[in-house]
């Protein structure tokens, strides 16, 4: 027999006082949302009829996931940060605005703070073999004018599909710059073709996925901050045609208008020409179009919490 109490007065009584809705003190937007939690949580127990043993299993895994930094990774990979994104799509269209690069989730891997320059740039340090890259495009406004002064600020994985700054063995925000747009809005990089990566295997997010039966690899891709004054923050990233789990993500970050098409070229003459030892090198070419800003907070991005890595 199924017993329930969450709904009676005497429950709600208590977590309206557990929840501080029985004084002026603390806020009142925080006390909303832990009341929702403890009410949705005691109706979930009810409901699935949890046991003890599941309940303090859940709590340890919450411990461990915390532990490992993994909270962030866990989101996306739930589809939590994708939903973000979808329930943003679904306030635009009811508010009449559109059009527009698509945007997509951030991840947890960003590091404010990246080196800052006018035009272009080259990313990587030079340690890694991987395959050059040069990528490039333009940054319009929704009428299609180009934007100088936009900030393009770009990271990605290595070849080994890690990050630098999470990755101790890469230098100081190897893979990750800040590029200034010129006269025209264009943004030139010279870096390397990056790797997808997977979830560690003995870390808590892909304990979860195993327990889902879902892989946890991400697809070869590049993430992107595009901002310009007047016009609306962009969060994105550009996902490489033909990868493997270009359309089966673990992140499910892949959306149409968010694939590049890598071009590899195989000309002695033309790497020679462009600074590149051997004979082979990729070229990536992206553009970018912001909407404009209802509200200057729109030209910001989100507040989340980042790693800040002094340069």
Not at 225 to 237: D, K
Request: proline letters at 4%; a negative charge; one cysteine or more.
């Amino acid at each position: 027999m199924t017993v329930k109490i969450s709904h009676t007065a005497d429950i709600q009584a208590f977590f309206n006082q557990v929840a501080g809705l029985d004084h002026a003190e603390g806020k009142p937007r925080f006390k909303q949302i832990i009341l929702r939690v403890l009410q949705d949580t005691a109706r979930l127990i009810e409901d699935l009829e949890i046991t003890e043993d599941e309940f303090w299993h859940a709590v340890d895994y919450l411990n461990r996931l915390g532990g490992r930094n993994e909270a962030g990774l866990l989101a996306a990979g739930l589809g939590i940060e994708h939903f973000l994104d979808l329930l943003q799509d679904a306030k635009d269209a009811e508010a009449g605005l559109g059009g527009g690069t698509p945007r997509t989730i951030e991840g947890p891997l960003y590091v404010a703070g990246a080196p800052l320059a006018q035009g272009e740039v080259r990313m990587d340090d030079g340690t890694d073999p991987g395959v050059v890259m040069f990528l490039q495009g333009q940054v319009f406004d929704a009428n299609g004018k180009p934007l100088a002064g936009a900030t393009v600020d770009l990271w990605h994985a290595n070849t080994q599909g890690t990050y630098s700054y999470f990755d101790s063995t890469q230098s100081e925000f190897n893979l990750r710059r800040r590029i200034i747009t010129d006269a025209e809005g264009r943004y030139r990089a010279r870096s390397i073709v990056p790797s997808g990566y997977g979830c560690d295997p003995q870390g808590p997010t892909q304990e979860c996925l195993d327990l889902l039966g879902r892989h946890g690899q991400r697809p070869a891709h590049v993430h992107f901050f595009i901002s310009a004054p007047g016009h609306r923050h962009l969060t994105t990233q550009i996902n490489f045609a033909g990868d493997k789990y270009l359309w089966d993500d673990f992140a499910y970050a892949t959306r149409d208008g968010l694939i590049g098409e890598l071009r590899f070229v195989e000309d002695a003459a033309a790497a020679r020409d462009r600074g590149v030892q051997g004979e082979r090198f990729a070229e990536l070419s992206f553009d970018f179009r912001l909407q404009g800003a209802q509200s200057p907070d729109a030209e910001e991005r989100s507040h989340r919490p980042r790693a800040l890595q002094e340069g």
